[in-house]
């Protein structure tokens, strides 16, 4: 069947996403570069991978899938077994409801707003382009409400979906990773429990292995 294949650059913050999945598990797999900063990602080729034309798309023999959050579960699903922290709780209905609530909170809340300032202070600039300020500056203004959900919900939780670690802890990696690096990140300062939360996520190995072949941060 081959080697799984992530078609993509795992410096990108997407990309990342799914590489912590795989190393959770410890799969094999094969990083394809697919280089959105020089065109690649609209190739003919890569379209027929991810119709959207971004980055990352994932391919296992015959299976060819996009979206990072959709291979990230595949991937913990296939090697279930592996995957020895049970990031999905898929065997407990309301905790694996958690761990979707949180996920789609950290997709559809938290992600469009703290991707946008990762990327303009902190990756834009590292490819050669000029970060949009204006964004930047709308962006951090609403992470102050969401990063008080989180505060409230941290206070009660050692993680987000419960007192167990989960791909919706994990899924927040890519985009807070660069957020620390951005001259923005002691807004964190201001919610203990979130910095406590982050501080304690990324001493994972998993998401050691994966920034070491993302942007340096220091
Ligand atoms: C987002 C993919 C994405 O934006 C996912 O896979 O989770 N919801 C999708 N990928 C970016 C690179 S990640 O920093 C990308 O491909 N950008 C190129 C472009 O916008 O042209």
Not at 80 to 89: I, V
């Amino acid at each position: 069947m081959g080697v799984m294949k992530v078609y993509g650059v795992a410096r990108y913050m997407s990309v990342a996403r799914v590489i912590v999945c795989l190393e959770e598990v410890g799969a094999d797999y094969q990083v394809v570069p697919v280089d959105f900063a020089v065109g690649e990602h609209k190739t003919p080729a890569h379209l027929a991978r991810n119709p959207l034309g971004l980055i990352p798309a994932f391919e296992d023999g015959d299976l060819v899938i996009f979206e990072s959050r959709t291979i990230s579960k595949y991937v913990l699903r296939k090697y279930k077994s592996s995957n020895t922290d049970d990031l999905l709780r898929e065997n407990n209905l309301t905790e694996s409801t958690m761990v979707e609530q949180w996920l789609g909170v950290e997709a559809h809340h938290y992600d469009p707003i703290v991707f946008p300032i990762s990327y303009n202070a902190f990756v834009l600039p590292k490819i050669g382009g000029i970060g949009d300020q204006k964004l930047i500056d709308t962006n951090l203004e609403k992470l102050k409400t969401i990063l008080e959900v989180y505060e409230a919900q941290l206070s009660k939780t050692k993680y987000l979906a419960g007192d167990f670690v989960s791909l919706a802890d994990l899924s927040h990696f890519p985009a807070t990773y660069y957020f620390m690096a951005t001259p923005y990140a002691n807004l964190f300062d201001n919610y203990p429990h979130v910095k406590a939360w982050w501080e304690n996520l990324v001493t994972r190995p998993s998401l050691k292995k994966a920034a070491a072949s993302m942007f340096p941060v220091a």
